[in-house]
């Protein structure tokens, strides 16, 4: 088995080559951009191709998962009603339609891929059929579950995947990639976009693109918080919950806010910051459990004024 294509994350790579088999239940957790689909994808080419050293890349198999349109590696977002797209949950239907899809054989290869992008998005119920799944799956059946945030799927769910953590590339690793995607930037404009992105491929290449998928006012909030949480106060942080309030930002503008924020606590590791390296941490928790709070309608001035109010506490809390 070889994983070429993807970059950095040595100790996935060795992992990987290590096993002849891999395990019917696999978690890629990471921050969105750091390489979970590429991963996915070569494990989903692994497990379908047809050649010795696969995942040989050139074989029709390879070939048409490279394309999406492979027989055996399904996608749940094929179960999911195209005006449910775009939600940020994703509901117990979908993973239900997706259990009864497993009890049909492969059709042209020996495994059947699953690939659940967003796991984490899924509600409890979603959560609880899909454990069932895991439980009693056919030998066939190989599940992918792709979680920004890991910590909002259940326990028994973690507990029956294989875990692969994707990392943070270091300038050598991604700096080779973003000069050939982007030959006209100079080496000062390409390392600060890995530095604002903490390593994150993927989102350094949206820095570049000018395509962070977040709005003016919302980068501004996001940039403004940052600035305050390397000497945060309480008041400064109040105030900057009041001032975004008044911005009135809708939930997919906060639901964007909290993902954007999520995903910069990596690169904010290695910062010198107010609030200690446990505190960046349980920061990503407050992320998840806003985000939740807004799926289910809750007000958004009220979550970012509890949102201030946490934070205040945990840049209180012990520095080690």
């Not at 692994?46 to 998962?65: E, F, G, K, Y």
């Not at 530095?195 to 996001?222: D, K, N, P, V």
């Not at 600035?227 to 900057?240: H, Q, S």
Request: glycine share 8%; net charge neutral.
């Amino acid at each position: 088995m070889s994983l070429g294509p993807l970059l950095g994350n040595e100790r996935i790579t060795r992992a990987f080559l290590r096993r002849d088999r891999l395990p019917n239940a696999i978690l890629i957790a990471g921050a969105k951009g750091s390489g979970k689909s590429v991963l996915a994808r070569l494990m989903a080419q692994a497990m379908v191709c047809s050649q010795p050293n696969a995942p040989c890349l050139t074989c029709r198999d390879c070939r048409n998962v490279e394309r999406g349109v492979h027989p055996d590696v399904v996608r749940v977002e094929q179960f999911i009603k195209k005006e449910d797209l775009e939600k940020d949950t994703i509901k117990v239907d979908p993973i239900r339609a997706l259990r009864d899809d497993v009890f049909i054989r492969p059709n042209q290869a020996q495994q059947k891929v699953y690939l659940i992008s967003r796991a984490d998005r899924m509600n409890e119920q979603a959560q609880n059929a899909l454990l069932k799944t895991l439980e009693e799956g056919p030998a066939y059946a190989t599940f992918l579950l792709l979680a920004d945030q890991p910590m909002g799927l259940l326990l028994t769910i973690r507990s029956r995947c294989f875990r692969y953590d994707m990392t943070p590339l270091n300038p050598e690793e991604a700096l080779p990639s973003l000069r050939e995607r982007f030959p006209d930037r100079s080496q000062a404009a390409l390392q600060e976009a890995i530095h604002q992105s903490g390593g994150i491929l993927g989102q350094a290449i949206a820095l570049l693109e000018g395509q962070s998928g977040l709005e003016e006012t919302t980068l501004a909030r996001l940039e403004e918080l940052l600035g305050l949480l390397k000497e945060p106060g309480e008041l400064a942080l109040m105030e900057w919950s009041v001032g975004y309030q008044l911005d009135k930002p809708s939930r997919t503008q906060l639901m964007a806010f909290f993902r954007a924020l999520s995903g910069r606590i990596p690169g904010l590791l290695r910062e010198e910051m107010g609030i200690s390296p446990r505190g960046l941490m349980r920061t990503e928790e407050l992320c998840r459990k806003a985000m939740a709070y807004l799926d289910n309608n809750g007000a958004a001035a009220h979550c970012l004024g509890w949102f201030a109010a946490s934070l205040w506490e945990l840049c209180q809390g012990p520095s080690v």
